[in-house]
């Protein structure tokens, strides 16, 4: 079975500046890592995901992140923010073989002030 | 990128009562997953929707309360029923995960 641990369930940050959200899972068995967006009362946009292949993922928005298999890691990056980056991001792990179901993580709520 | 479509958008119901929620995927896919959002929280899968086949539900979540059709390739239902207000939640549909598209979700509200 796979679990996803998102260590901040809140980031503020001003705006312009650099954010890492962090993201750490577990898996006997290869996986697939995915970020999604929430932006207040609307559904789930991907941003990003990893499958196989270059460990460093560029995603929309100019979000990226990098898949660290050492560390169990995928990490979601950006170096400078909008506050219309203001939203809740979830990271999610599938076992990467066929079709497996999204394990989630709580969330991050990325706050970007002026 | 694939299209998901979800009817309806948003719904206050009585308790008691059912509701069905509709996810059309724009393409043929072997797997459809319903997840539920429950307010504040992140996001549990219900069940996975296979075509000509019974669901497979996820630990907590029984057929009774949950009943699922997949009547074929681009189409299914989940319906929530004898509701109550704890089942207020958002309820969303996805396909096969290396995709993992999500429709944008039924907002459901129970009074």
């Known amino acids: 079975a796979q679990s996803v641990t998102q260590l901040d369930s809140q980031v503020p940050v001003f705006e312009e500046a650099p954010v890492e959200l962090r993201c750490n899972y577990s898996s006997s068995v290869s996986v697939y890592l995915f970020w999604y967006v929430q932006y207040p009362n609307q559904g789930l946009q991907l941003l990003l995901k990893?499958?196989?292949?270059?460990?460093l993922v560029k995603g929309i928005n100019g979000f990226e992140a990098e898949f660290n298999k050492s560390q169990t890691s995928f990490h979601l990056r950006k170096p400078s923010v909008h506050i219309s980056d203001t939203a809740e991001y979830f990271c999610?792990?599938?076992?990467?073989?066929?079709?497996?179901?999204?394990?989630f993580g709580t969330g991050t709520r990325l706050l970007v002030s002026p | 990128s694939a299209v998901i479509s979800q009817k309806p958008s948003r719904d206050i119901c009585q308790r008691g009562t059912s509701l069905t929620i509709q996810c059309q995927v724009d393409s043929q896919v072997t797997m459809m997953f319903w997840y539920r959002q429950q307010p504040g929280q992140s996001l549990t899968l219900i069940a996975t929707a296979n075509q000509g086949s019974e669901a497979t539900y996820e630990s907590g979540f029984v057929i009774d309360k949950f009943p699922i059709s997949r009547p074929n390739l681009t189409f299914s239902t989940l319906t929530v029923s004898n509701m109550s207000p704890e089942d207020s939640s958002i309820y969303l549909c996805?396909?096969?995960?290396?995709?993992?598209?999500f429709g944008q979700g039924t907002r459901l509200t129970v009074v």
């Open positions: 990893y499958l196989s292949g270059s460990t």
């Open positions: 999610a792990v599938s076992a990467g073989t066929g079709f497996q179901k999204l394990v």
């Open positions: 996805s396909e096969e995960n290396t995709e993992a598209f």
